[in-house]
């Protein structure tokens, strides 16, 4: 089970100067293991905090977070049983995208052979081997996305992060990338937290609705 306990973050405390007298942003609920839930409020409401707080790329001032009963909140981002897909999937242009994959497992690519099998079921998942030698640039939107879903999943780990997956995405590339994640999550027993703005998306993943 993924525990968010009574999390406050201020953006006040943190002294961004970008962001005077910033918000305060709470968040308490839990998401049951190999299930999903999806983060929905306005734009601004925190969705993308909750997520950045849980990946530990920020720290609560107040509350816990936890995952299997232990608490992440001493553990480095890498360190957290957790993949993200950010809102802004930052794939290396320079890279092709097996390298992507694999610069996610190891930052030299020196990969163990159990770690080259996790890369190859990752694109047969989103079903891009074929594409496994191109570069980010030719490929399409909607390929990218799944390259960088891939990556993801390459890590195994068993609590996977959405912020916006389909954004940027037409209607049709939108259905296909969410009954890809449906059927990921199903078959790997994740558990699933996204954000989104669309009840259907909740609807069609069976996750529960967490307003922020
Ligand atoms: P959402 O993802 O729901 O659109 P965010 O989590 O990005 O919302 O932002 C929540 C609130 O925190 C907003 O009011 C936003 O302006 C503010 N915020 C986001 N990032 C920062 C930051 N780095 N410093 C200060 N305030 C921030
Ligand atoms: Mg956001």
Known sequence: MLEVENVHF??????SGDYPGGATIRADFTVATGHSAALMGPSGSGKSTILNLIAGFLQPHRGDLRFARQSLLGLAPAKRP???????????????VRQNLAIGLHPGMRLSPQQNVAIDQALESVSLC??????????????????????CLARNRPLL???EPFSGLDETLRAEMLSL???LQEK???????????????DVLG?????V
């Not at 957790?82 to 092709?96: M, R």
């Open 181 to 183: 994640i449906l059927r």
């Open 130 to 151: 074929e594409f496994a030698h191109r570069k980010p640039d030719s490929l399409s939107g909607g390929q990218q996305q799944r390259v960088a879903l891939a990556r």
């Open 188 to 202: 790997r027993a994740l558990t699933l937290l996204i954000t989104t703005h669309q009840q259907r998306d909740a």
């Open 161 to 163: 992060l959405l912020d």
């Open 207 to 211: 996750a529960e609705v967490v307003m």
């Open 10 to 15: 201020d953006y006040a405390g943190e002294r």
């Open 82 to 96: 957790l993949t993200y897909l950010l809102q802004a999937h930052n794939l290396f242009p320079h890279l092709t």
